[in-house]
C-alpha cells in the first residue's frame, strides 16, 4: 500500500519527536513493502512566526486530503502574549473541528517492566493497567459559546457546555465498539448530579447500553471518577467522557503508568483520515536538548497503521519492538531516576527502528 502522511512537528519537541517516529514508519516499510510519503507542514506557533496563523486556510486543505496526519505538540511561552484568536492551541482545535475528528482514543497501557516509573504504590498495580480513554473531542466547553464582557464595572467571563444528542451518540458507540473489541466493560464519566449537559449524556449512554447488551456498562461521577483512577485503575476497560472531563482524566491515567512521555493517541472521524499525536505537549523547557521521550509519538504512529490503514501486523510489530526495546533495559530521562544513565531521543527512536529491520 502507498499512503501519504502529513508530518506537523509543530512546536516545542514536537520537530524531534516526530522526527524518530517518521524513523519508525520507514522501517516498517523497509520489511513490509509499504510506501509511505511525507509531507511537512506548519502548525502553531511555528505557523504563527512564518504565517501570523497557528495554521493556514491552505494547510488545512492539504490535511483534509492527505491519508493520515502525525503531529508532534503545539505551542510554548513564546506564544502566550499573542490574542486568543491565534494562540497556537486554536490550531489543534481548528483542524480537530475542520477534519470532523470527534473520537480521541487515549490508551493507557502499563508496561510491567515500568511499574518502578508509576507513582503507584505496587499493590495498587497488581491487577495491572489496561485502559482506553475515549474522548469526545469536537463539542462541550471547548466549542461552546464564550466571552467576556463588563458587568457592572466587573469583568465577567463564561463559557458554555452544550452537547446535542447525536454528538453524544456518536461517541457512545464508538466507546461500546471499542469494549466489544477489548473486555467489554464501558464506564462513562459524567457529572448527572449537577449538569444539564451531564444529564443528556447519561439518558443517551442509557439508552445505547441497552442496543451494547453484552458490554458490561456502567455510570461514574467524574470527581469519582478522577479518585477510582488512583484508587484501583485496574477495574477500567473502556471509559468515555466528554471533552474537558477526557483532557484532564486522560493526563492522570498516562500518569499512573509512569510517564505522560508514552502516551499516544488517535483522533478519529468515523472515516479513516485520522490525526496521531502524543498526548504530552510541546515541553519547551527540554526543547532541541535531545532527551524527549519519542515513544509517545512511535506509539501514536503505531495507531495510524492500526486505525487509519489497517495495518494490523505492523502496527503489533511497533508496540512490540518499543517493549523489546524496554525490556532491554532502555529508558529515556523522563523513565529513570539514574541522571547518568538514559538513552536520548535519537538513540531510543534508532532502538525501536532496528527491531523492525
Ligand atoms: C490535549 C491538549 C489540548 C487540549 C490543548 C493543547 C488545546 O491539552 O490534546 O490534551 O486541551 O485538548
Ligand atoms: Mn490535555
Known sequence: MEKHIVVLGG?????????????????VTCRSGHKFTYEYLKIGGCSIDEYGVPITEDNLKRLKECDSVLLGAVGGPKWDGCPSEIRPEKAL?????????FANLRPSRLFQQLS?????KEE?????????MVRELTGGIYFGERCTKTVDGEEVAQDV????????????RVAFEAARKRNRKLTSVDKANVLDSSKLWRKVMHQLSKEYEDVTYEDMLVDNAAMQLVRNPGQFDVVVTENMFGDILSDESSMLTGSIGMMPSASLSGNTLGMYEPIHGSAPDIAGKNIANPLGTILSAAMMLRYSFSMTEEADAIEKAVNTVLNQGYRTADLTKDPNNYVRTKEMGSL???QLK
Open 124 to 132: 495498587v498495580l497488581e491487577n495491572g493497567i489496561d485502559l482506553m
Open 161 to 172: 457546555m452544550k452537547y446535542s444528542h447525536h454528538e453524544i451518540e456518536r461517541i457512545g
Open 116 to 120: 518502578g516509573a508509576s507513582p503507584l
Open 352 to 354: 525501536v527502528a532496528e
Open 11 to 27: 512546536d516545542g519537541i514536537g520537530p524531534e519527536i516526530t522526527t524518530e517516529a517518521v524513523k519508525v514508519l520507514d522501517a
Open 93 to 101: 482545535l481548528k483542524v480537530r473541528k475542520e477534519l470532523n475528528l
